[in-house]
């Protein structure tokens, strides 16, 4: 069965950087389109950042300009990039990926979420 496990998050102060990683494990034929949510306590989880399999991207508007998300294929490997963090990005953040398990079956798999605090 397949995995993904975050790893990245933690405690950072107000105007700094955090690298999230999101790494799938298991039997697998491709690690295709991904995607980043976050959910803060009281709210609805909302899309932060998508890739597609062919490359695109988009950005939640609160977060355009300061994350960025990316993958390594060759690694089965997730990232996002958060730069100039605010109070507001606090918030428990999961990965989604599409992962190609047989030749013809794709499923969405969840992390666990990691939990990125920002202090002011």
């Known amino acids: 069965q397949v995995q993904l496990v975050e790893s990245g998050g933690g405690l950072v102060q107000a105007g700094g950087s955090l690298k999230l990683s999101c790494a799938a494990s298991?039997?697998?034929?491709?690690?295709?389109?991904m995607a980043w949510y976050r959910q803060a306590p009281g709210k609805e989880r909302e899309l932060v950042a998508q890739?597609?399999?062919?490359?695109?991207?988009n950005y939640a508007d609160s977060v355009k300009g300061r994350f960025t998300i990316s993958r390594d294929n060759a690694k089965n490997t997730g990232y996002l990039q958060m730069n100039s963090l605010k109070p507001e990005d606090t918030a428990v953040y999961y990965c989604?990926?599409?992962?190609?398990?047989?030749?013809?079956?794709?499923?969405?798999?969840w992390g666990q979420g990691t939990q990125v605090t920002v202090s002011s």
């Open positions: 989604n990926a599409d992962i190609k398990v047989t030749t013809f079956l794709t499923n969405h798999y």
């Open positions: 298991g039997i697998m034929f491709s690690f295709n389109a």
């Open positions: 890739l597609t399999s062919g490359g695109s991207t």
